[in-house]
């Protein structure tokens, strides 16, 4: 701003930034009059939008504002001295929401484990020649073969499970065929995920696929029974 600028320009001045150029050197960026106005007006509405976050429910709705809000930090004309308090607040958001998210695929991976070793029960008092089965543990390959072989703890019989990863909005498939015959289970895993935009493969006893929209899952499942029926 030049040095004769009207005295009214000059009522509001904010530092915005302050960063090290070299050794002993560091480069301020200031703005005054309606644009520092503007910058100072920024920190109260920014603060209302951390609030409502911390109010709402967790989900990638919450997820994808906590990016916004991080994103906003850096890019927004702020008073320098304001957004350090304002980092914390997010970051504080962004660990609470992280360990939320913990508990919660905790508990999920609880109820997968009690939801195989009840199809394991099912099945040994009700022999079913294969078992399609669906669960809420995101894309974890290793804990999917885990509850394979709870299932197939009491009767070995072909599995096909499918896992929804809701926030990658992506579906895990593995399927384990042990006396791999008619049914093959790298065939099993590529009908189920080919048709859907998906791909996958492996061996004749053991497959893993994936495929886009958690969604489609009821569609995936409806393929992986029809396509074992064909084959047994």
Known sequence: MPSDAPTPLLEEFTIISCKATEAGIRRIEALTGEEAQAAIARVPEFRARIDRARAAPSGPAL?????????????????????????????????????GNKE???????????????????????????????????????????????IQEKTPVPVAVLSGDIEKNTVSVVASVPNPGGLKANEWVQAIATPLGGKGGGKPNTAQASFKEVSKIPDAQATATSFASSKL
Not at 69 to 92: F, G, Q
Not at 125 to 149: D, Y
């Open 63 to 99: 997820e994808t504002e906590i990016k916004a809000l991080e994103s906003d930090l850096n890019d927004l004309a702020m008073p320098y001295h304001e957004k350090t308090p304002l980092r914390d607040l997010v970051a504080e958001l962004r660990a609470r929401v992280h360990a």
């Open 104 to 150: 919660l695929q905790k508990q999920r991976e609880q109820q997968a484990l009690e939801k195989a070793e009840g199809l394991s029960r099912e099945l040994a008092v009700n022999p079913a020649p294969f078992v399609v089965a669906s669960f809420e543990v995101g894309s974890n390959a290793k804990l999917l073969t885990t509850l394979i072989s709870k």
